[in-house]
């Protein structure tokens, strides 16, 4: 077992339908690595690619993706890459936070801290973020592949797996709606 906690095989694998939006002014289907990467390791996960899609660095188009996906029941996580920078076009934060019913403050934690390990003081650069949104856990990513990679290997797919221990939040799914 590492700090993490432990993979149950002996548990049922429950497949989650995972949404990934790329929010960029300049990618398309063949230049969007970063969705590519994303798409790529949902699938080896043995989790469903509900959809995929580009947009542009702009509030209402982020939010509106988002939130088409939310309300048609398309996704039980959505995972956005690019938009967390500084720069004045970075605007997936501004989009998605208002949105969020609840904020995953601990996500931005340890998101900079296993980039830390990859990237050191360069992490600081991005704005990194998770909620809920209408019992749906949004993820913000950097558009990077490096933060990608170490978002979804080293945090997202471990608590998107219902095999995970001591809690994972698959198990919350079921739960999220409660009033």
């Known amino acids: 077992m590492h700090p993490g906690g432990e993979i149950k095989t002996n548990l ?28 790529e390791r949902i699938i080896a996960a043995g989790h469903e690619l509900a959809a995929r899609d ?13 939130l088409s996906w939310i309300q048609a029941g398309t996704a039980d ?4 890459t690019g938009g967390t920078g500084l720069t004045g076009r970075d605007v ?18 340890i998101f900079h801290l ?18 809920l949104i209408g019992g749906v856990f949004v993820f913000c990513l950097p558009g990077s592949g ?16 219902s095999r995970h221990s001591p809690c994972n939040m698959v ?3 079921p739960r999220l709606m409660e009033s």
Do not use: H, N
């Open 12 to 39: 049922p694998f429950k497949p989650v339908r995972v949404a990934v939006l790329s929010v960029s002014d300049t990618r398309d289907a063949e230049t969007d690595t970063s969705g590519k990467i994303l798409c």
């Open 77 to 80: 996580a959505v995972i956005t």
């Open 171 to 173: 198990e919350l799914m």
């Open 54 to 66: 580009i947009v542009r660095d702009e509030r209402i188009a982020i939010r509106a993706k988002v």
């Open 114 to 131: 296993v980039s830390y390990q990859t990237v050191g003081l360069s992490t600081l650069q991005s704005r990194a973020c998770a909620g």
């Open 146 to 161: 490096g933060a990608v990679k170490d978002g979804w290997d080293k945090v997202i797919s471990v608590q998107l797996d």
């Open 92 to 109: 997936t934060p501004e989009a998605l936070r208002p949105l969020f019913d609840k904020e995953i403050d601990g996500f931005s934690v």
